[in-house]
């Protein structure tokens, strides 16, 4: 076939194509009413008091022991560099992540051998999609975490590459961002990291471990802060209250109080989890001495009056939940199963489908046209609020048949001889989708769309290879037309040559 004009763009020009489309449909989507959200600074739970941010940034930072510190670190330093004009520097910031991560996920498909033309397609449909669009006009981490997750697998596809202690060190370090962001990537994410890493055999293991010895010690370096200050090895003290949700409070009430009377379940079994500290009993604020002058921990509530869900009870609240959790599971065996499978049903929603989103929805008549053509035709999503089918079933399939095809077990007519950099490309993208979806549907069992949505990005890139490499093949085998050419090697010089 004659290559498209997409194939015949200079690499600039090319580039300057991506920046117009995502530039262009903000502007699109702002024209029809849609405005960057900043409520989530005030009222998110995992933001500390914006006033804290502001005048004890890094005394706060210190001690919170409710969130890893990196996105309150970004939005106090923006807050205090910024000031009046913070709103825009975040505005603009998040537009720069949103590009960011469009550019990855082009070059990564391009890494895996898409052509040009596929690549463009299925990176800008997700671009232009109102979930990209929503989450990147909302002041919160999940977009930061989706271009931190691209930039993770643009990066290892790099070190297969060049192999320097250079590519290294920056794919291990934007692992430990993500680790510093978000409790769901763990310390132990970022060890299974250096372990895949040393086991592609493409470096010695000295020169690995050492340019994994930095971000692996400031992350192992959060968690030992947390241990010696609050005396929990993580870096969310929230996990207890995580687990409990649907849990706990799915038991009666009646059943509950009972329970907590005869002392089997703790004092805040009467309660939900994640709320003000007034709707527990009244000794869990009580706060140690030596911690009754640091605002952060001993402020029931931020200064805008909303609840301050870092105050010290909360760590007490949280062990007293996962308590609780525990005798749930273990002697109510019905509910851990209904709140595993409702995790998992919201997971395989929409991911427009979230509340938080809704006022932007409801501004802007292109966003709600636009979810309603996304969660039909893309999403396979048939009545509001139920999952996307046509996600149900390409999403568990592309992970496994990814699985097995990088293990050496391709599918029939499948006409590409991958290299082994390929096949462990593949495998990162296959890897980090499942390790995500196994532990977000374990320890949550709400906003589930909205953590599958961080590696949204390594599901279009996946469906993008398949695609290509298979299912247009297969097509044209079933017509009997000539089957297209196999895949260049994998050779990042050669095949990102004229980007």
């Known amino acids: 076939m004659p290559p498209s004009l997409i194939d015949r763009l200079p690499r600039w020009q090319l580039g300057a194509l991506l920046l117009f489309v995502h530039l262009g449909s903000r502007v699109a989507a702002h024209v029809s009413g849609l405005r960057f959200d900043t409520s989530a600074l005030a009222r998110g739970w995992q933001h500390l008091d914006p006033l804290l941010l502001k005048e004890r940034l890094f005394e706060s930072l210190f001690y919170l022991h409710a969130q890893p510190p990196l996105f309150n670190l970004f939005l106090g330093a923006v807050l205090k560099l910024a000031g009046e004009a913070s709103q825009a520097i975040f505005q603009f910031l998040f537009l720069g992540m949103g590009a960011a991560l469009y550019a990855a996920i082009f070059a990564v498909m391009r890494r895996l051998g898409v052509s040009r033309m596929c690549a463009f397609v299925a990176s800008t449909v ?44 920056a794919f291990f370090a934007v692992v430990a961002l993500l ?165 998992w049903y919201d997971y395989f929603r929409s991911s427009s489908d979230y509340w938080f989103l809704e006022p932007n929805i409801a501004a802007s008549s292109l966003i709600r046209m636009e979810c309603r ?25 592309l992970v496994v048949a990814t699985f097995r095809l990088a293990l050496g077990s391709p599918p029939p007519f499948f006409p590409v001889d991958l290299t082994p950099e390929r096949r462990r490309l593949l495998l990162f993208c296959a890897g980090t989708i499942a390790y995500v979806a196994l532990v977000a549907n374990t320890l949550n069992t709400i906003e589930n769309m909205r953590l599958r949505f961080m590696t949204d990005p390594l599901f279009v890139i996946l469906a993008s290879f398949w695609v290509e490499t298979w299912v247009i093949p297969r097509w044209q085998r079933i017509r009997g037309t000539r089957p297209a050419p196999p895949a260049r090697p994998f050779a990042p010089n050669a095949v990102t040559k004229g980007y």
């Not at 981490?141 to 993770?152: F, K, R």
Request: proline share 5%; aromatic share 12%; charged share 15%.
């Open 373 to 397: 053509l996304f969660d039909l035709l893309l999403y396979g999503v048939l009545l509001k609020n139920s999952v996307g089918l046509f996600i149900v079933v390409a999403l568990p399939w």
């Open 179 to 343: 680790c510093a962001t978000h409790g769901l990537f763990h310390l132990v994410y970022l060890v299974a990291c250096v372990v895949a890493v040393l086991a592609t055999r493409i470096a010695p293991p000295r020169a690995v471990i050492t340019a994994a010895a930095v971000p692996v010690l400031w992350v192992t370096a959060i968690y030992a802060k947390n241990a010696i200050v609050f005396g929990e090895f993580n870096e969310s003290s929230w996990m207890g209250m995580n687990i409990a949700l649907r849990r706990v409070d799915a038991l009666p009430r009646a059943e509950r109080d009972r329970l907590a009377a005869l002392g089997v379940l703790s004092d805040v079994a009467a309660a939900e989890p994640f709320q003000a500290l007034d709707s527990y009993p009244n000794h869990y604020a009580d706060v140690p001495t030596r911690f009754e002058r640091i605002r952060a921990l001993a402020s029931a509530r931020k200064s805008n009056g909303e609840p301050n869900l870092n105050h010290w009870g909360y760590i007490a609240i949280a062990r007293s939940y996962a308590h609780d959790t525990k005798f749930v599971v273990e002697h109510y065996p019905k509910i851990l199963v209904v709140s595993l499978l409702r995790g």
């Open 126 to 169: 997700f671009v232009v999609s109102p979930s990209y669009i929503l989450y990147e006009s909302w002041l919160f981490y999940t977009l930061p975490l989706a271009m931190l997750v691209g930039l993770a697998t643009l990066l290892f596809a790099r070190l297969l590459d060049r192999k320097t202690m250079t590519s290294f060190g």
